[in-house]
Nanobody, 122 residues
Framework: QVQLVESGGGLVQAGGSLRLSCAVS????????MGWFRQAPGKGREFVAT????????AYANSVKGRFTISRDNAKNALYLQMNNLKPEDTAVYYC???????????????WGQGTQVTVSS
């Protein structure tokens, strides 16, 4: 089992920044890739970014490319999402996820955190 706990969400004005963190515990040797997804009110969960533990290879959704940066700290078993130039349409619950391979698909991830709310005001 892998446990994921997100933190760092909050309320920010458009153009501002936030840094989300995800603490990873449990049988972390089973995880190969980590991802961030988000779910806005009334919408389905969508891919944001993903990264591999070993090489740091990353991929981003077009909507956040150039504004968000995913990173990981292998020693601390932690995942981060630096979000800059936030827009009201970034408002959502953000979820950390762990899976066995790099993917933009929700179904590829086996473990999920409880989510952290990000609200961007205009």
């Amino acid at each position: 089992q892998v446990q994921l706990v997100e933190s760092g969400g909050g309320l920010v004005q458009a153009g501002g920044s936030l840094r989300l963190s995800c603490a990873v515990s449990g049988r972390t040797f089973r995880t190969y890739a980590m991802g961030w997804f988000r779910q806005a009110p009334g919408k389905g969960r969508e891919f944001v970014a993903t990264i591999t533990w070993s090489t740091g290879n990353a991929a981003y959704a077009n909507s956040v490319k150039g504004r968000f940066t995913i990173s990981r700290d292998n020693a601390k078993n932690a995942l981060y999402l630096q979000m800059n130039n936030l827009k009201p349409e970034d408002t959502a619950v953000y979820y950390c996820a762990a899976g066995s391979f790099l993917s933009v698909l929700e179904s590829a991830y086996d473990y999920w955190g409880q989510g952290t709310q990000v609200t961007v005001s205009s």
